[in-house]
């Protein structure tokens, strides 16, 4: 098991952009283990997976959560649960119950699992972590639903390590910063007794949902209301166009820290018109599906702030290199979320503790989310979670709250 953090150090990196591209590329379809790292030779092949069981939970959330592309009230969410020869791993899989984020949903996720991915793994005696994307590299696209494996497969690896994943990716700090995302409310007032209570809960940054109609006011009114000291910035989940430069830019007088996806996933162009009409820093979210596009977003200007989310990029290995490649680029990144339950924020959490995360991210409490959790609940410490230390995940699944979310189960064998 190599232990990611050590493995290069920044100055190796070539210096013209254009190379940085071609090697993410390169790291993109197979992360290389050092073989000088003390922790390389742990876990030898990788795991023998005998089963594996995909379950679907509705877990509710605390307040319906409603963002530019619609409102969830509740999570549908996929677990993978693995059962190898030498102990289990959990995933979770990020995709939503409707493709308004992206073109992912829970439902084709687990049929792909079950019908492509699975089958692809399961025909290997044993598959590593760092493998599974090349094992998988055939099939297009899916990322959310290849992270899930990926991090059901990191937890078991790494469980059997005696390895935390903090430790496996290279993490820097044993807590990380948080901030909370606020969706769009239905008045402004609502809106600033919700800001006020998350600022009461200690969270360090506030990002607050924007649509057109529900935008420049909405973020003047928590600006005005509770001051410049307030670390606040905005997420329009690509609700606008271009032609909207000119009213985005009245943004630019309210003290943001960035403006996150403004425009559709497909527009880096347009994000670097968009950015030379703003002050306000241009973060990508959507945009961002590998190390490839992030370096390539950089270099025309599209952002100069990286949302990393490991579901988004097909797993945590990817999202550490979009680390590595935007850090060699003093690009500035933070953990995005999913509204994730306790298994994939424990994961997240690792991640976020990395250098290169220099800014709050939407790494919230457990309690921001739901009522009950199905790992024991992440509570906010003076505005920071700690970051798990036990092997793998570093998280206990709570199988009755698990069994009683549960909406559909099935067993996927080899053979
Ligand atoms: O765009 O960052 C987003 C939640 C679901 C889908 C997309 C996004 C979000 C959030 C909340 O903003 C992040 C979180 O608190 O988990
Ligand atoms: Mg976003």
Redesign the pocket.
Known sequence: MPCMGKSRSVTTWVSAISALVRLAAEMAASPPPDPTDPGAATTGPGPRVEAVELIRIAIPLVAPFR?SFGVQTQRDVLLIHLLGDSGEGWGECVA?GEPG?SSEYTEAAEQLIGQHLLPRLLARRRVSAAELGGVLESIRGHRMAKAALEMAWLDLELRVAGMSLADYLGAARTEVDCGV?VGIADTREQLLETVAGYLDDGYRRI?LKIEPGLDIERVRAVRERFGPGVVLQV?A?AAYTLADAEHLGRLDELGLVLIEQPLPEEQLLGHAKLARRLTTPICL?ESILSATVAAEAIEMGACSIVNIKPGRVGGYLEAKHIHDVCTALSVPVWC?????TGIGRAANLALAALPGFTLPG?T?ASDRYFHQDITAPFVLHDGRLRVPTGAGLGVEVRRDVVDRLTTRRSMVRPG
């Open positions: 963002t939503m984020y995302s990002k997420d989940n979210d995005g979320g999913m509204l994730e939407d919230s």
